[in-house]
């Protein structure tokens, strides 16, 4: 697989200018399968606990979860740092249990980004293709060629010593993408740069996926970061998937409580059946659409709740409820409320400040709360 030439494959986005699809026979390539895989560390301490999973050829795969879930164990183990215990990985359908980390056709981008201090720039990323023996031209020509897509070659003489957070950041995946490996390893690469860097980073890195077609499977603990370059994410806990799926599946239908929590604000609450479609909650009956069955847990994300005024509550609707704004938090493109109900409960509302003269609440001021039926989703306990 060149460089000048990989795109990636269809995934609903338009297709570069010029794109080729991949040929039939690089189908597999870049597929990721683990099954039953266990990692259990001295005393016992169960890192991962019997993972089955697919990572498609192409994807962008998160890995999310607090620390401590085994995230990271299970990615060193794709790369072969680790070595699990029980079951087998495949990487483009070639099992991987017997393969040291060297031959493996993967490269990982790690968090602090293992640069060698006495190499410039260019020699950095070159390191990998002059340990396989490419010849001196080919590896400067594919050098040079990362170097432009990522936009640093303008620094192919510097020491790592004189770059930015950013640019390190760069050098380390250019280091990873020159040996045009089938699959790509980040291990939360983005942790230490600043606010605004790590979210112009997030795009670009989503976007040069899409380009070059390779596989990704990034760790990280943020749950932003996840819902913005992902393709599908896994969210773990004590070394078990807990989810998997698309970003906006995961998101809207949470199949437990942690999920729900792990993933966004949340509103939560624990419900015994009324009858027909309503529930009994701790803030009052609800009406919902979603079939009832064995879920124990009610759910609305915060911006999914209508706020009114009082006075200017819509009449006949379901959810209705009044309180008083205890806490208004100004969080720029939206605005957060706490607000309490005459029980004493607490729903946390989100408003968009999409207009230029944005109505807001202040604390101590009475408003009602719509939580419409079709928002509030069943989970498990």
Known sequence: MSLSGVTAPDRGASAEPGAQPWAAADASRGAIALERVSRVFGGGVVAVDQIDLTVRPGEFFTLLGPSGCGKTTLLRMIAGFEVPDSGRILVSGREMQAVPAHRRPVNTVFQSYALFPHLNVADNIGFGLRMRGVAKPERKLRVDRIMALLQIDGFAARNPAQLSGGQRQRVALARALVNEPEVVLLDEPLSALDAKLRAELQVELMRMQKRLGMTFIFVTHDQHEALVMSDRIAVMERGRLLQVGPVLDVY??????????????????????????????????????????????????????????????????????????????????STQYNVELPGGAVILALDTNNQAAERSWRPGERVTLELKPDNIMLIEQ
Do not use: H
């Not at 409580?257 to 624990?270: D, K, M, Q, R």
């Not at 009858?275 to 079939?291: H, K, Q, Y």
């Open 252 to 333: 809207e239908q949470p199949r437990s409580v942690f999920v729900a929590e792990f993933l966004g604000l949340s509103n939560i609450w624990s419900f015994t059946r009324a009858g027909g479609n309503m529930i009994d909650t701790s803030i009052g009956p609800l009406t919902v659409t979603a079939a009832i069955g064995v879920q124990r847990s009610a759910m609305i994300r915060p911006e999914k709740i209508w706020i009114y005024s009082e006075g200017a509550v819509p009449e006949n609707r379901p959810n209705m409820f009044c309180g008083i704004v205890r806490e208004a938090i100004y969080m720029g493109a």
